[in-house]
């Protein structure tokens, strides 16, 4: 196991600052928007607010995972969910520290400072605090994306990379 300094001389490499960086910058956005919805702006008590035609500011509290899946209302289910993350996160970081690609670097930077943003909201609140509807509607049909938040969006930007390096990038997303 690695001493106490020994940590900071793992993030040294350029992918691995892009990434740290990656993951503060997600971290501090997302949890000041949401402050700054539930606290500022008082979203809870204005409830649906139109930002454009086709997207809202909309409060919705997720105890599951990602589009709402597996709902846990108790506290044992929150802590599953919220272990479950933790060792994510720290299987990310793992990666994190063996990458040389920068862009596998920013990618798992979104990723991780996403996750440790829902997580946060988890303990805090109980749930994810989400936000952001995505909806179009035409003359005989609607349709309406499921709720979600700044972090959700940093993740789902992150795997996008990782499946673009992977795919296309001359060097595979792998650990050398």
């Known amino acids: 196991m690695p001493r106490q ?11 691995q ?9 997600v971290l501090a956005i997302d ?13 809870a008590e204005r409830g649906r607010v139109a930002l454009t035609p086709f ?14 899946m597996f709902q846990q209302a108790g506290p044992l289910g929150q802590w599953a969910l919220f272990a479950l993350k933790a060792i994510a996160v720290a299987l990310l970081g793992l990666w994190l520290v063996r990458t040389v690609s ?3 670097g920013l990618a798992l930077g979104l990723i991780i400072g ?30 309406q994306w499921s ?9 789902v930007a992150g795997v996008i990379g990782l499946l673009y390096e992977s795919l ?9």
């Open 5 to 15: 300094n020994e940590w900071l001389t793992m993030f040294e490499g350029p992918a």
């Open 17 to 25: 600052r892009l990434g740290v960086i990656a993951a503060a910058a």
């Open 31 to 43: 949890q000041a928007v949401k402050l700054w919805l539930l606290f500022g702006f008082d979203l």
């Open 55 to 68: 997207l809202d500011l909309a409060l919705a509290w997720n105890t599951g995972i990602s589009f709402g």
């Open 102 to 104: 920068r862009l596998s």
């Open 114 to 143: 996403g996750a440790i943003g829902n997580a946060i909201d988890r303990l805090v609140h109980g749930a994810v605090m989400d936000f952001v509807l995505f909806h179009l509607s035409g003359t005989r049909w609607t349709f």
């Open 147 to 155: 709720v979600f938040n700044m972090a959700d969006a940093a993740i």
């Open 168 to 176: 296309f990038a001359r060097s595979a997303a792998k650990a050398p």
